[in-house]
């Protein structure tokens, strides 16, 4: 069975400074691991993807995340907020295996102070 | 560049009437998913289809049916609607196994009074 746990509910940051959202996996398999955000009143869209191959993953908009398999850990980053990524951050685990489906986490809302 | 489309945006129901959420994907992808959101949840698997005549169960199933007769078209129909299915619903595609990423369509907001 895989699962995700994402650690924070809430993240708030000031404009210019680092985002750290943190994530945890929980998989029997080889996972593949996404970021996925959702501004408010709209659609998914793909941040990033790890399928192993390098472990730093770097995702549109400056965000990076890095897997780390020891730690069963797949934390976002980013060196500098903007405004605009103010939205809600979801991590999403496959492990290919069982129904072939991806299981969310329970979201980060991010937001970002001026 | 269509991806997945879904229909309609918007619905109100009344307790007991029954409808049809559209979803539609111009990918050729085999696996399509149907998932719901609560507020300040993620999202919860409802059913997925592996391909054309195939489907299964998710997490959250009861009160919802599919079908998939062909690749592109995935509807969801939703029988006897309930208080409890309030939510927004995501259709999702996607090409194969593990390795590859989900698009999604932009959701449909139903409320059911």
């Known amino acids: 069975a895989q699962s995700v746990t994402q650690l924070d509910s809430h993240v708030s940051v000031s404009e210019g400074t680092p985002v750290l959202l943190r994530c945890n996996y929980s998989s029997s398999y080889s996972p593949s691991l996404f970021w996925y955000v959702q501004h408010p009143n709209k659609g998914l869209q793909l941040l990033l993807k790890?399928?192993?191959?390098?472990?730093l993953v770097k995702g549109i908009n400056g965000f990076e995340a890095e897997f780390k398999k020891s730690e069963t850990s797949f934390h976002l980053t980013k060196p500098s907020a903007h405004m605009s990524d103010a939205a809600e951050y979801f991590c999403v685990v496959s492990d290919g295996a069982g129904r072939r489906a991806l299981t969310f986490g329970s979201g980060t809302r991010l937001q970002v102070q001026p | 560049n269509a991806g997945v489309t879904q229909t309609p945006k918007f619905r109100i129901l009344k307790i007991g009437q029954s409808m049809t959420l559209q979803c539609t994907q111009d990918?050729?992808?085999?696996?399509m998913y149907w998932y719901r959101q609560d507020p300040g949840m993620g999202l919860k698997l409802i059913y997925y289809s592996v391909g054309a005549g195939i489907t299964d169960k998710g997490e959250v199933p009861n009160g919802y049916n599919v079908s998939r007769s062909t690749t592109e078209d995935f509807p969801l129909r939703l029988e006897l609607a309930a208080p409890s299915q309030t939510s927004v619903y995501f259709c999702?595609?996607?090409?194969?196994?593990?390795?590859?990423?989900?698009?999604f369509g932009q959701g449909t907001r139903l409320t059911v009074v």
């Open positions: 999702a595609s996607r090409q194969g196994e593990s390795v590859t990423e989900a698009f």
């Open positions: 790890y399928t192993s191959a390098a472990t």
């Open positions: 990918m050729n992808h085999n696996y």
